[in-house]
């Protein structure tokens, strides 16, 4: 990347920071306004797609627009990120993650400083926080193969999708689950439930660098066998 480093932790602080601030906010937008969790879960849904659309657009020319320590991770392993990168760009996004939420506490004047008591835990739900990272990871790096242009279109439309399809609504990220931990509102979650949903969030992310490493591999020309002219 030819941005320094200092406007790169800058952008992805603030892009988590947005992006929680949407999720935490929206959520007890929706609560406010109606009963129903379904209506709640889509009013939380929108917003959230919508808001990576423009994050991913605007940031994404200077940091990459990670916003995830998975997705930070995941392009270091594959040798497309440098190493030395990865604490700080991780460390600016669980601190803006969390600025995020207390910033949708104050603008719905709510104490500021809370802990979550939502219970997220179970094998169901490691399970679909493995498949919803898998799934993200697997856009991301299908659409830097074969779309570039769209991944900001193609990761809101996935969020907004996997919100719906997978049972712990799609958190998909460590930072933004430790930034809902300190929330007890509509998108919280216990912090006692963190350890489950990190760990399988990072082996859902592993395994789609791995397919993706095969998958969207380039094709390679094959090389026509040597031919000896008078050979039998």
């Not at 879960?41 to 797609?49: E, F, R, V």
């Not at 949708?104 to 400083?113: S, V």
């Not at 930034?179 to 963190?194: E, M």
Request: without cysteine; negative net charge.
């Amino acid at each position: 990347m030819t941005v320094d480093l200092g406007r790169r932790l800058v952008a992805e602080a603030l892009g988590t920071a947005i992006l929680v601030a949407t999720v935490v906010g929206s959520g007890i937008m929706a609560d406010r306004l109606t009963d129903d969790v379904a209506v709640s879960l889509l009013g939380n849904t929108i917003p959230t797609g919508a808001i990576l659309f423009v994050l991913l657009s605007i940031l994404g020319p200077i940091s990459g627009a990670h916003f995830n320590p998975v997705v930070t991770i995941v392009f270091a392993v594959r040798r497309e990120f440098e190493a030395s990168a990865v604490a700080p760009y991780i460390l600016a996004q669980i601190v803006g993650g969390v600025f995020g939420t207390l910033v949708a506490h104050a603008m719905f004047d709510l104490p500021i400083f809370q802990l979550s008591a939502t219970v997220r835990t179970g094998s169901a739900q490691w399970i679909a926080e493995s498949v919803a990272t898998f799934g993200l990871l697997l856009t991301i790096l299908g659409g830097l193969r074969f779309k570039i242009d769209a991944i900001p279109a193609l990761v809101g439309f996935y969020i907004t999708a996997a919100y719906w399809f997978t049972a712990s609504t799609s958190f998909a990220n460590p930072a933004v689950a430790i930034a809902r931990s300190v929330t007890d509102t509509f998108s919280g979650i216990r912090p006692t439930d963190l350890p489950g949903f990190i760990v399988a969030q990072v082996f859902g992310a592993l395994i789609a660098a791995a397919l993706a490493g095969w998958l969207f591999a380039e094709r390679r020309n094959e090389i026509p066998p040597i031919t000896v002219q008078g050979a039998e």
